[in-house]
């Protein structure tokens, strides 16, 4: 089970805002592709016009290995957003690299999420134009 | 000594009554409590000459000096992020007055935040942060403050290994509160920690009785220098100090991306200033007006404060004893967002007005000194205030 989606209300979609745009462009080869940068090396999320740790502008995209951990977790019992079926999940993955994001885990049950399990990115083709980076258990 | 401390007071205050339906703009009641708080203070609209207005309601400082007629407004802004902005705005005016920019600052926030009257539905497009909600979480289904804030939460239940039935003895403290005060949404409407173990849970890991009330209702204040708050006619509530924080990596409700998403770092950084620049202490802390969107955010800020060792919030308010109108530390005695209605922290520093006075409806003996924090995860600030 995953999240699953009343067809009939509009989805949130999101617009490829221009500061993301390598993170998008990751996404259209199922890639997960984040910033990182280019002088000394830090790896940045969510992305952002300068590096917070070294003020360089010479951002770069890199693909990150998809595997990661369960870092938090919420599970909506009561929708607000119409599109969403309820009940569904919503996780804090941190990723090997250190960086976290927010996501969906795919074929896990509210009740079955813990804190420190171990994850790996997989694509979920949610509408034709809009694919969304989501977690299987490994 | 530090150059704000003890400059300026809060010399009016004007409520204007918490609702599920004000049938009027924020605007509107916005203009209604300004009148209230200049009648309160012993001023007309004549005497005003600065306005800190709240930044993501329908209104702004121009449509306010309008309605009222004021004729020379030497200082004005608006300021943003919800609860984090409350004592931020008191901050400003403080700041404003003892320089001499004005002299008597209208400091006010109005909000249609349950009927949702309001003409600009969306505040959330004027910034890129909307950018951040669009790609990284609303697709995902987080779109609320809940899920947001539930997030944080569930991570510091795990952390320190937290039976979450405990977070109800807040509720069951803050309702007692709210039930002896005419203003709340929940007035003569107590509800027991076996209420809060039974409430549905709505968002994991909140129960329904963990959430704040969202209301219609608007709060001002005047504030004016020490020097002129003597000649007026209402008690002055001193404002000692003053603070605000935002941290590295901070994002409204969000900054998931921080070393430690459990730490409330800016709230620490808020304390530490208001210590120092006041001058006091933690003992000379008489109560706590403290930010309640949710349960779990006391004893989170209990630790963050300094009021108790990490990990320990929720040992200090089980029983809910020591944080009752009769405990060690008193907490959010008008009753809070959860025991009165949320309007984001102006309330908190009302009721900080109120002890002062020796006017709440939970009146605490001998009260002096008042710690006051709003928001978390996100912008944060906070007032020492004291008679």
Partial sequence: ?138 | MDFLKDKAAIVGMGIYKFSKDSDLTETDMACRSIRSALDDAGLTPDGIDGIIVYAEEDYDDIDITRAMGIGNMTYYGDVRWDGGASCSMVLRAAMAVASGSANYIVVVKSVNDASLKRVKKDWGELRSWPAAQETFYNPYGLTSDDGRIGMNVRRYIHEHNINSDSFGWVTQVLRENGAKNPNSMFYEKPVSHKDYLESKIKVEPFRELDYSCPVDGSIAFIVATAEKAKRLKRRPAYIMAGAQSMVKGTQFKTSYYKSSITDLHATEIVAKTLFEKSGVTHKDIDMLQIEDEFAPLVPMQLESLGFCERGKGVDFIEGGDRISVSGELPVNTSGGSIGEGNLHGMNHIAEAVNQLRETSTSQVKDVEKILVATGVFGPTSGLILRR
């Avoid at chain 1, 500061?19 to 952002?48: F, M, R, S, V």
């Avoid at chain 1, 070294?54 to 599109?83: D, F």
């Fill in chain 1, 1 to 138: 089970m995953s999240v699953e989606y009343n067809k009939e209300n509009p989805m949130p979609v999101p617009t490829r805002y221009f500061d993301y745009e390598g993170y998008w462009k990751g996404i259209d080869e199922n890639k997960l592709t984040l910033q990182k940068c280019g002088d000394c090396g830090a790896w940045c999320h969510q992305p952002q016009p300068m590096c917070p740790d070294c003020h360089s502008i010479e951002r770069k995209w890199e693909e990150v290995s998809g595997k990661g951990t369960v870092y938090s977790w919420v599970t909506y019992h009561e929708s607000q957003e119409p599109s969403f079926k309820a009940p569904y999940s919503v996780v804090l993955v941190e990723l090997e690299e250190g960086m976290r994001l927010i996501s969906n885990l795919v074929d896990v049950k509210p009740d079955e999420i813990e804190i420190g399990m171990k994850v790996e990115v997989v694509f979920d083709k949610i509408m034709d134009e809009i694919t969304l980076p989501k977690f299987k258990k490994v």
